[in-house]
């Protein structure tokens, strides 16, 4: 069965700092990876996703993540965080056709300082 | 205009009791979904359904129960609720279950059960 790592539940960065949030994923089959952001309180809203093509993957609020399939990871990056960035972060995927649920992993919370 | 909304935000109530909780998209969408987020931020899938037709059961109890009136209403009927059942519960919806189309989400809906 497919599931996500996320590899840290907690990343502490100082504002204007860069960040990498881990995300692994098992599947022996072909993906579709995504990142999700929790704002306190919110639902989730999509920050990007990869599909196919190119494997350096750029979404909203200037986050980017690469698809990495021999490392089979999906990992999330910001060269320069804000204190808005705060925030719960979910790796997810489906796997085995282009049809499915979402499996997620366990999120990562962001906290960014001044 | 919101574009998946639910109702109540916040739902206190006893053990064994049943309720309901309402979602509604405006958004056009064929296929709509109910997320479980527990107490660890754990998101898992509960039920999807892509024209009023039920397409995954994630081994739920049967307790929970989806109701979909029309296209763009998803409920979810929980009977005889236990303390196992608090958690945020999310609606979502996409124009289809292909993962080349994004997932809503709605705003959430916490459930304590006491």
């Known amino acids: 069965a497919q599931s996500v790592t996320q590899l840290d539940s907690q990343v502490p960065v100082f504002e204007e700092a860069p960040v990498e949030l881990r995300c692994n994923y098992s599947?022996?089959?072909?993906?579709?990876l995504f990142w999700y952001v929790q704002y306190p309180n919110q639902g989730l809203q999509l920050l990007l996703k990869?599909?196919?093509?190119?494997?350096l993957v750029k979404g909203i609020n200037g986050f980017e993540a690469e698809f990495n399939k021999s490392q089979t990871s999906f990992h999330l990056r910001k060269p320069s965080v804000h204190i808005s960035d705060t925030a719960e972060y979910f790796c997810?995927?489906?796997?085995?056709?282009?049809?499915?649920?979402?499996?997620f992993g366990k999120g990562t919370k962001l906290s960014v300082k001044p | 205009d919101t574009a998946v909304s639910q109702t109540p935000k916040y739902l206190v109530t006893q053990m064994g009791n049943d309720k309901s909780i309402k979602c509604e998209q405006n958004?056009?969408?064929?296929?709509m979904y109910w997320y479980k987020q527990d107490s660890k931020k754990f998101l898992k899938i509960m039920f999807s359904?892509?024209?009023?037709?039920?397409?995954i059961n994630e081994t739920v109890p049967n307790r929970f129960s989806p109701k979909s009136p029309d296209k763009a209403h998803l409920n979810l009927h929980i009977n005889s609720l236990e303390l196992g059942d608090s958690a945020v519960y999310f609606c979502?919806?996409?124009?289809?279950?292909?993962?080349?189309?994004?997932?809503?989400f709605g705003p959430g809906t916490r459930l304590t059960v006491l």
């Open positions: 599947s022996s089959v072909s993906v579709y």
């Open positions: 979502a919806s996409s124009q289809s279950l292909s993962a080349y189309n994004e997932q809503f």
């Open positions: 990869y599909l196919s093509g190119s494997t």
């Open positions: 958004l056009g969408h064929d296929t």
């Open positions: 997810a995927v489906i796997s085995g056709g282009s049809q499915g649920n979402l499996i």
């Open positions: 359904y892509n024209n009023k037709e039920l397409i």
